[in-house]
T-cell receptor, first 112, second 113 residues
Framework: KQEVTQIPAALSVPEGENLVLNCSFT??????LQWFRQDPGKGLTSLLLIQSSQREQTSGRLNASLDKSSGRSTLYIAASQPGDSATYLC???????????FGPGTRLSVLP | DTGVSQNPRHKITKRGQNVTFRCDPISEHNRLYWYRQTLGQGPEFLTYFQNEAQLEKSRLLSDRFSAERPKGSFSTLEIQRTEQGDSAMYLCASSRGQVGEQYFGPGTRLTVT
């Protein structure tokens, strides 16, 4: 059974700092991995999708990498801003269950 | 592309009552997923449809829960005889194909008193 974990659970950084969020999954047989952002009380906003054949994806200040062999993905945020404050979730698409398995999220606070 | 919509946004009900939620996916998306999210946790998969066929159901989906997608467009999730433990955010997502990017709706927050 696929399990997804995220470290750290919470992170607080000053504005302008570069940061890395970590996601680990137990079963490397995944179709893809998706990173989301969730603001309090809201739905999820898709940030980046990495297919299993890809190593990384970039969008603006965000870069996500995928290493299936080690069961890890990272989300790199450059030059963080207060507007980046939110919970960041990763989800691995499980080949067997045909559905996304989510991690618990990392709650990010960027201080002005 | 008008995005995924969900109604109602909030629902307060008394224990034992039935509730129904609706999800309208992005029009060209053939896959539709339902998730449940409790405070401080990531979403948990409940069920998904490919067109009108319900292909997978989680063990979380007890016999009090039923989902439909009658014409392969919108979907409904019904909870019968609600319990306090059903209080959660119910999220709907849609995607194009099996491995497409998932787009989420704003969710329906259910409170069972």
């Amino acid at each position: 059974k696929q399990e997804v974990t995220q470290i750290p659970a919470a992170l607080s950084v000053p504005e302008g700092e570069n940061l890395v969020l970590n996601c680990s999954f137990t079963d490397s047989a995944i179709y893809n991995l998706q990173w989301f952002r969730q603001d309090p009380g809201k739905g999820l906003t898709s940030l980046l999708l990495i297919q299993s054949s890809q190593r990384e994806q970039t969008s603006g200040r965000l870069n996500a990498s995928l290493d299936k062999s080690s069961g890890r993905s990272t989300l790199y945020i450059a030059a963080s801003q207060p507007g980046d404050s939110a919970t960041y979730l990763c989800a691995a698409f499980d080949n067997y269950g045909q559905n996304f398995v989510f991690g618990p999220g990392t709650r990010l606070s960027v201080l002005p | 592309d008008t995005g995924v919509s969900q109604n109602p946004r909030h629902k307060i009900t008394k224990r034992g009552q039935n509730v129904t939620f609706r999800c309208d996916p992005i029009s060209e998306h053939n896959r539709l997923y339902w998730y449940r999210q409790t405070l401080g946790q990531g979403p948990e998969f409940l069920t998904y449809f490919q067109n009108e066929a319900q292909l997978e159901k989680s063990r979380l989906l007890s016999d009090r829960f039923s989902a439909e997608r009658p014409k392969g467009s919108f979907s409904t999730l019904e909870i019968q005889r609600t319990e306090q433990g059903d209080s959660a955010m119910y999220l709907c997502a849609s995607s194009r194909g099996q491995v497409g990017e998932q787009y989420f709706g704003p969710g329906t927050r259910l409170t069972v008193t």
